[in-house]
C-alpha cells in the first residue's frame, strides 16, 4: 500500500488551479479591467510553459508570492492539486518546496554574507541532492558567472546576483518553476544563455514553469500566454 | 554540510556572557541536587547496610525516667501502651515480665563451684534473636533454657575470673554446663535443671520462656498481675528523629547509644535540604537564562529563519539543527557533574575510612538516574522552546 502510494506521489506531477483569486489590497484595481488571471478559474497542466504578461504594478509579485504560499492577504483559492494551499504548512509546505516547486524571486532573496556557492549548496542539500556539487560549476560556467563563485552574494552585482538566484532555483528537483521576471538585469546575450539552460532543465525534469514580465518576448516556446 | 552552512547562518554567538552564565548556573545547581541525592544515599547506607548495623540496632528496650517524681510509678499504663503501638515509627511492643519471686541458680560440680541469687525476665519470642531448638518450656518439664546477656560473660571473663582465679569460659563451655536452678517462697520450693542455650545483646537480663516465667509467677509470686515497668519495641530507625523525641516527650528512656544517629540525621537532613532546594531552585533560574538565551538567538537570525523557510527549509530541520547547537552543552554539563560527584565521593570514601566510616567507593546508580531524569527534563525544555520560536517564525 505504501509502496503504491509513493509511487503516485511520484508519477501524479502537480497541476495548479486558481479560483476567482483576487489580491485583497488591489481589489478595487482589478475590477475596472480584463485580466486572464485575477477572479477567473484558471488551471495550470503539468509541464505548461506559461507566460505572464503584465504592465508595470499589476501585481506580477503579489501573484508568484500568492501562488507560492508567501501571503494570504487574497480572497478565492490557490490548489496543488486538490489541495488548498491555505491548509498547508509547516513540514509539509517544505516538503513541497524542497521536491515539486521551485523559485526565482524578482528580489532574488540570496543571503548576503554567504559565497554565491554556499546560497546555491545550501539549496542544493536542503533536501536529498538531485543534483551532484560539480553541476554548480557547470551551471556557473554556463552563465558567466564561475569566476565569482567564492565570493560574497552581497558584493555580487545586481546581475551576477540574478544568474546565481536562477541557478540556485535549478539545483534542485522540480515539477514547477516559478520565475518572476527573472531577466530583469541581463543584457540580451545572457538572457539567452539563461533561458537556454532554464529550457534544458525544465525539459529534463519534464517540469512546467510560470514566468511573469512586463514584455513580449520569444525566449521560450510558450505554450501559454496570459495577460495578468 | 547542511549544517555547516546554517551554521554560518544561524550565529549562537550574540549573547554570549548570558550562555556562559546559563551554563555555570546550570552546572552549579546540577552539582548540588546531585550531591543532594548523593549524600542521602550515603547516608542510608550508614544507616541501613550490613557493616554498619548490628542486631541491637532495632531493638530498644525502654523505660519510664525513674527520679524522685516517678518513684513508685515507673510502670506502664495500659494507655501508656497503646499509645506507644500507635506511633507509626514502632513496629511492634512486647513486655517485658519480670520474676516476682526469690530464686537462685547453683553449680552441681564442685570443681567449679558457684552460687548466686538471680531473677530472670522473659519476652515474646518474636523478640528474641538466638535461634535455639532448646527454647521452649511447658509445665512438668524440669529443663529451663536461658538467654543470657553477653554482657554477663564479658563481666565474667574480664574481671571476675581474673580476681578470683578462676579459668575464662567460652560461650560454648557456658552453653554445655547444666546448673541447678532453686524457687524458694514461703508458698513453696521447687527445683530445675538449667541450661545457658544462647546470647543476646538485644536485652540485657537473664531471659527465660514466657510460659515458664507466667507459670512460676502464678505459682510462687504474692503480687498478681504486677504492671510492666520495661517494654521492648522494634523499630525499623533507632535513629528517627521522631522516636527520640516522642521518647523524650513522654518521659521515656532508652540505650542512648542506639540513638545516637537521631542527632546526625539531622544535621545531615538539613545540609540535604538545603542542597537540594538551592540547586532546584538554581536549575529553575538556569533553564529560563538558557531558554531566553535560545529564544534571544531565534530572535536575532529571524530574517535568515524566515529566508530559509522560504526557500523550503523545514521547521522539523531547523529544529534539529537548533537542537543539536544548544543541547550537547547541557549532556557536557551534566558529564562534567557526575564526573565531579564521583571524584567528591572517591575522595569522602577515602576520608571517612580513616574515621572507620564506610560509604561506597561510587557513585550511586540513583545519583545517575537522577541526572538522566533531569538530562530529559532539559532536553525537553530544549525542544519545547526551539519548537515554540520556530513556528513564531514559520507563521
Known amino acids: ?228 | 554540510m547542511l549544517n555547516s552552512l546554517l551554521k554560518k547562518l544561524i550565529k549562537t554567538a550574540s549573547g554570549r556572557t548570558r550562555f556562559v552564565m546559563a551554563i555555570i548556573g546550570m552546572s552549579v545547581a546540577l552539582l548540588l541536587i546531585l550531591s543532594a541525592v548523593q549524600i542521602q544515599i550515603d547516608y542510608d547506607d550508614l544507616l541501613y547496610s550490613k557493616t554498619n548495623q548490628d542486631s541491637i540496632a532495632n531493638f530498644l528496650v525502654v523505660n519510664k525516667i525513674l527520679n524522685n517524681k516517678t518513684y513508685g510509678t515507673a510502670t506502664f499504663k495500659e494507655e501508656d501502651l497503646n499509645k506507644l503501638k500507635q506511633q507509626n515509627f514502632i513496629e511492634d511492643v512486647g513486655i517485658l515480665t519480670p520474676s516476682r519471686f526469690k530464686a537462685s541458680i547453683q553449680s552441681y560440680s564442685d570443681r567449679f563451684p558457684f552460687y548466686t541469687d538471680i531473677s530472670f525476665e522473659s519476652v515474646p519470642a518474636a523478640f528474641i534473636d538466638v535461634n535455639s531448638k532448646d527454647w521452649k518450656w511447658k509445665e512438668g518439664d524440669n529443663f529451663i533454657p536461658m538467654i543470657a546477656p553477653n554482657m554477663f560473660l564479658d563481666i565474667y571473663n574480664f574481671q571476675f575470673s581474673l580476681s578470683q582465679n578462676l579459668p575464662q569460659l567460652t560461650q560454648d563451655i557456658v552453653k554445655m554446663i547444666v546448673f541447678k536452678v532453686n524457687i524458694n517462697t514461703d508458698k513453696g520450693s521447687v527445683s530445675f535443671n538449667g541450661k545457658i542455650v544462647g546470647f543476646s545483646d538485644r536485652i540485657s537480663s537473664l531471659l527465660v520462656p514466657q510460659e515458664f516465667n507466667d507459670w512460676a509467677n502464678q505459682h510462687f509470686s504474692n503480687t498478681q498481675n504486677a504492671k510492666p515497668s520495661r517494654v521492648v519495641i522494634r523499630t525499623k530507625d533507632p535513629g528517627n528523629p521522631a522516636l527520640v523525641q516522642y521518647l523524650k516527650d513522654n518521659g521515656l528512656t532508652t540505650d542512648a547509644d542506639k540513638t545516637r544517629f537521631s542527632k546526625y540525621r539531622q544535621i545531615v537532613n538539613a545540609i540535604v535540604n538545603v542542597s537540594w532546594i538551592t540547586g532546584a531552585v538554581m536549575l529553575l533560574f538556569a533553564l529560563l537564562v538558557f531558554t531566553l538565551f535560545i529564544q534571544l538567538t531565534i530572535a536575532s537570525c529571524k530574517e535568515e529563519i524566515q529566508l530559509l523557510i522560504t526557500l523550503g527549509a523545514s521547521p522539523k530541520q531547523l529544529q534539529r539543527f537548533l537542537m543539536k547547537q544548544f543541547f550537547p552543552s547541557n549532556i557536557i554539563i551534566i558529564i562534567i557533574s557526575l564526573i565531579a560527584i564521583t571524584v567528591l565521593q572517591f575522595e569522602a570514601h577515602q576520608l571517612l575510612q580513616e574515621q572507620n566510616i564506610f560509604v561506597s567507593t561510587f557513585t550511586s546508580y540513583y545519583t545517575f538516574a537522577t541526572a538522566f531524569v533531569i538530562l530529559l527534563v532539559l532536553w525537553f525544555v530544549n525542544y519545547r522552546t526551539i519548537r515554540k520560536y520556530i513556528a513564531v517564525q514559520d507563521k
Not at chain 1, 506531477?13 to 477567473?40: H, Y
Not at chain 1, 509579485?61 to 494551499?85: A, N
Not at chain 1, 556557473?140 to 563563485?149: M, S, T
Open chain 1, 1 to 228: 500500500m505504501q509502496l503504491f502510494l509513493f509511487l503516485i506521489c511520484i508519477f501524479d506531477t502537480m497541476q495548479i488551479e486558481l479560483k476567482q483569486i483576487v489580491p485583497i489590497p488591489l481589489k478595487d484595481k482589478f475590477s475596472q479591467r480584463n485580466s486572464d488571471v485575477w477572479n477567473q478559474t484558471v488551471l495550470f497542466q503539468h509541464g505548461e510553459w506559461i507566460k505572464i504578461k503584465a504592465p508595470s504594478g499589476t501585481g506580477k509579485t503579489t501573484f508568484i508570492h500568492t501562488l507560492y504560499k508567501l501571503r494570504h492577504d487574497y480572497s478565492g483559492q490557490v490548489f496543488y492539486d486538490d489541495q488548498e494551499i491555505k491548509n498547508i504548512s509547516g513540514d509539509a509546505l517544505a516538503q513541497i518546496r524542497q521536491q515539486k516547486i521551485s523559485v526565482v524571486f524578482q528580489d532574488l532573496r540570496l543571503f548576503p554574507n554567504l559565497t554565491a556557492r554556499e546560497n546555491i549548496e545550501l539549496k542544493r542539500v536542503l533536501q536529498s541532492p538531485f543534483y551532484d556539487a560539480a553541476i554548480i560549476d557547470e551551471m556557473a560556467a554556463k552563465l558567466g558567472v564561475a569566476n565569482i563563485l567564492n565570493q560574497r552574494a552581497g558584493l555580487c552585482s545586481y546581475g551576477e546576483q540574478q544568474r546565481i538566484a536562477i541557478i540556485r532555483a535549478l539545483i534542485q528537483p522540480f515539477e514547477w518553476l516559478f520565475l518572476d521576471e527573472p531577466f530583469s538585469h541581463l543584457d540580451h546575450e545572457n538572457i539567452s544563455k539563461a533561458s537556454a539552460l532554464i529550457a534544458e532543465e525544465c525539459s529534463k525534469r519534464k517540469a512546467g514553469f510560470i514566468l511573469t514580465d512586463l514584455d513580449e518576448d520569444a525566449h521560450f516556446n510558450y505554450s501559454k500566454y496570459l495577460q495578468l
